[in-house]
């Protein structure tokens, strides 16, 4: 028998952060399944030429299929999503991995990009849920 070093809910207190977990990955699975479908470039096609339909070719739930038309990447990880996967989104769309991430941020891809140059953001309050209050 496996024993775990912490209680898998101890990897929720990790303030903007979601661990992709098995849980996680059972959520997204068809979600998945459409990310990787992008790699062919037939279906890229297929989906830039009408997004809506493609998308109902697979059984993600409405809240998975808004966030991808969206480009809601926050609300995708939310949502099960690995950035793995849903990378094969922005680059479908032919996005830069800053465009990408700086748009999980709220800052643009140079305020991003300098951010980062400046060494990222301050880990000070941001270790724990639980010690914010």
């Not at 800052?107 to 300098?114: E, F, G, R």
């Not at 724990?128 to 209050?133: E, V």
Request: proline residues 3%; positive net charge.
């Amino acid at each position: 028998m496996r024993t775990r070093l912490y209680p898998l809910e101890d990897l929720e207190d990790i303030p903007g952060t979601k661990v992709f977990t098995a849980k996680r990955s059972r959520q997204a699975y068809h979600l998945h399944k459409f990310c990787m479908s992008l790699m062919k470039a037939e279906n890229r096609e297929a989906f830039k030429k009408d997004e809506r339909a493609y998308l109902d070719r697979f059984r993600m739930t409405e809240d998975q299929k808004q966030a991808v038309l969206d480009r809601d990447f926050n609300q995708l990880i939310e949502l099960g999503g690995n950035i793995y996967f849903l990378v094969k989104l922005s680059n479908t769309d032919g996005w830069s991995t800053q465009r990408a991430v700086s748009s999980m941020t709220g800052m643009t891809p140079d305020q991003y990009a300098a951010m980062m140059r400046e060494g990222g953001r301050s880990p000070t309050g941001q270790r724990s849920k639980r010690d914010r209050n």
